[in-house]
C-alpha cells in the first residue's frame, strides 16, 4: 500500500514569490493534515480536513496561507507571498480519521530566500 | 489552552538499558495517545498508539497511560544506538479532536 506522498521534496524561492505543495493521502484516509515543522520543534497543525471540509484551520495565516482538498482526495497548500520566516518542513499526514493513527509524508523543506 | 508537554532532553542511555520517555497532556477528555520517533532530517514515524489505562506492548516498546495523572510514557527496552532519535508524544485533545504535537524528547543511545 502506498503511503503519503508529497511534492516537491525541497523547494527554494525568493521571499515575496509563491510557492504551492502537494499532497496525496493513504487512499480511503478522510483526514488529512498539514503541519510546519521548525528545527527543532514537534509539528504544529496548519489545517485539517475531513474529507473536502477543512474543520480546523484556526491556526493557518489566512492572510497569506490557502489550501484545498478537492474531491477530498488530494490537497494543495499555497504561500503567497513567502516571507524568510516560512522556511521550514511543510508536513503532510491522513488518517481514517481524527482519533485514528496518522502517517506522515516526506516532507517538503522550503527556504525562503 | 490545550496542550501536550514532554521534556526536550537530550536523555542519554547507555546501550542496553530501558529508556523512558515521558509525556503530560492537559485535557482530562483526551481519548487517543501516538508515540513518534523522528530521524533528523526525515519524517515522523508511527510507534505506538495507546487508548485505554494501562500497559501496551510492542517488541521492545512499551506505552503506559494512566488518564488520571494525564501522563502517558514510552519504555525501550534494550536500548540501541540506531534507536537515537526525536520521540513525538501526540494526542487528540478532547473537544479540538485535532492530532496535537508534543516539542518532543531528543534520546542519545551511547554505545
Known amino acids: 500500500e502506498a503511503g503519503v506522498v508529497q511534492s516537491p521534496r525541497y523547494k527554494i524561492i525568493e521571499k515575496k514569490q509563491p510557492v504551492a505543495f502537494w499532497c496525496n493521502p493513504i487512499?480511503?484516509?478522510?483526514?488529512l493534515y498539514w503541519y510546519l515543522q521548525n528545527l527543532g520543534q514537534g509539528p504544529e497543525l496548519l489545517i485539517r480536513?475531513?474529507?473536502?471540509?477543512?474543520?480546523?484551520d484556526s491556526q493557518l495565516p489566512k492572510d497569506r496561507f490557502s489550501a484545498e482538498r478537492l474531491k477530498g482526495v488530494d490537497s494543495t497548500l499555497k504561500i503567497q507571498p513567502a516571507e524568510l520566516g516560512d522556511s521550514a518542513v511543510y508536513l503532510c499526514?491522513?488518517?481514517?480519521?481524527?482519533?485514528?493513527?496518522?502517517?506522515f509524508g516526506q516532507g517538503t523543506r522550503l527556504t525562503v530566500v | 489552552q490545550k496542550e501536550v508537554e514532554q521534556n526536550s532532553g537530550p536523555l542519554s542511555v547507555p546501550e542496553g538499558a530501558i529508556a523512558s520517555l515521558n509525556c503530560t497532556y492537559s485535557d482530562r477528555g483526551s481519548q487517543s495517545f501516538f508515540w513518534y520517533r523522528q530521524y533528523s532530517g526525515k519524517s515522523p514515524e508511527l510507534i505506538m498508539s495507546i487508548y485505554s489505562n494501562g500497559d501496551k506492548e510492542d517488541g521492545r516498546f512499551t506505552a503506559q497511560l494512566n488518564k488520571a495523572s494525564q501522563y502517558v510514557s514510552l519504555l525501550i527496552r534494550d536500548s540501541q544506538p540506531s534507536d537515537s532519535a526525536t520521540y513525538l508524544c501526540a494526542s487528540d485533545l478532547s473537544g479540538y479532536s485535532t492530532l496535537t504535537f508534543g516539542k518532543g524528547t531528543m534520546l542519545l543511545v551511547s554505545p
Open positions: 480536513y475531513e474529507n473536502e471540509e477543512a474543520v480546523d
Open positions: 499526514a491522513s488518517s481514517l480519521d481524527s482519533t485514528t493513527e496518522a502517517f
Open positions: 487512499s480511503g484516509h478522510n483526514t
